[in-house]
């Protein structure tokens, strides 16, 4: 059973280089949620790969950092005891608003897993990872069958399961699986009626703060020695690794794809500023990249959003 297809053809494009295509379901958001939920049962969650970044390809320099411009985070309007309820007690580097990402892969059938924050916006309905997480780069596809579990814990889901309603990605991703542009927004169905940045909150999203930055890095490594069953972290200062892209030191593997680089990362509230996203890493398993946030995903994001309901 497909929950989530992208079968409208071609996709939709906008002048400033995003695309999207359709992925939603025809019987309404609260049929769409539940089949997500049903789609997504504990054997399949539990069998689901990490999902890794294609070759991509370099042919950039770094850009002259622009006009820096920042959008801020928004706490829950919900009031919600459900992780509570459920015996899941916070972590300090546990953020509700960052949760595992789960997909098929039509090119090969198999199921996925990556992982993605909730950004606040206008209509509280973005969760941003990384490209490859919603479209497979050059000679790929769109993902089918996307959900967004926040705070994913042991099988647990305190708030939920979304269904995505449309994903977005860059055209330089789509077509040349540039690592530049390995950035993702979906737009997510409402779950109860409700919007999921007004459940969980949202964070803020920033672009050209410059390649020197400190972050937390939030997402859920499913690659050996990991399990993909908990929320981890890395902390430290980004550099320019190479191309238009930031480097960290992190150990996180496959699975953490699409996880959220936050500035400002409040561990009591649960919310940053996203300023990056796990990418790809080269040799060195102790460091990882990920795209410099810069016009890009300004312009990504004013796209999802114009496309949301």
């Known amino acids: 059973m497909l929950v989530s297809s992208a079968f409208v053809s071609p996709a939709q494009a906008a002048p400033n280089g995003s695309v999207a295509s359709i992925a939603r379901t025809t019987s309404g958001d609260v049929q769409s949620a539940a089949a997500a939920a049903d789609y997504w049962t504990p054997e399949r969650m539990k069998a689901a790969i990490p999902a890794q970044a294609p070759a991509t390809v370099q042919v950039s320099k770094p850009r002259q950092q622009g006009k820096a411009g920042s959008i801020d985070g928004v706490a829950p309007s919900v009031k919600s005891d459900v992780g509570q309820a459920q015996g899941i007690g916070i972590q300090l580097n546990e953020a509700q608003t ?84 390995d950035m993702g927004m979906v737009i997510m169905q409402t779950l109860g009626g409700n919007s999921i940045a007004n459940v969980v909150g949202g964070n803020g999203l920033r672009w050209n703060w410059g390649y020197s930055v400190a972050v937390t890095i939030l997402g859920y490594p499913a690659g050996p020695p990991f399990t993909g069953e908990l929320q981890y972290f890395c902390q430290g200062t980004t550099w320019n690794g190479h191309a238009q892209q930031v480097r960290a030191n992190c150990n996180m593997t496959g699975g953490s794809s699409g996880g959220p680089w936050l500035q400002e990362y409040n561990d009591q509230t649960g919310l940053g500023y996203v300023n990056s996203v796990v990418s790809h890493r080269h040799t060195d398993p102790n460091t990882m990249d990920g795209p410099y946030f810069d016009n890009d995903i300004k312009s990504l994001y004013d796209f999802a959003e114009s496309l949301s309901p």
Do not use: I
Not at 104 to 113: C, E, F, I, Q, R
């Open 98 to 181: 960052v949760g595992k990402v789960f997909f098929t892969d039509p090119a090969s059938g198999l199921n996925y897993v990556c992982s993605g924050a909730v950004v606040n916006s206008g209509k509280k309905k973005l969760v941003s990872t990384a490209g490859h997480c919603v479209h497979g780069g050059a000679g790929g596809q769109w993902m089918q069958n996307w959900a967004f579990v926040p705070r994913y814990r042991d099988g647990a889901r305190p708030y939920g399961t979304w269904a995505a309603y449309q994903l977005a990605a860059r055209t330089a991703w789509t077509s040349s699986s540039s690592g530049d542009e």
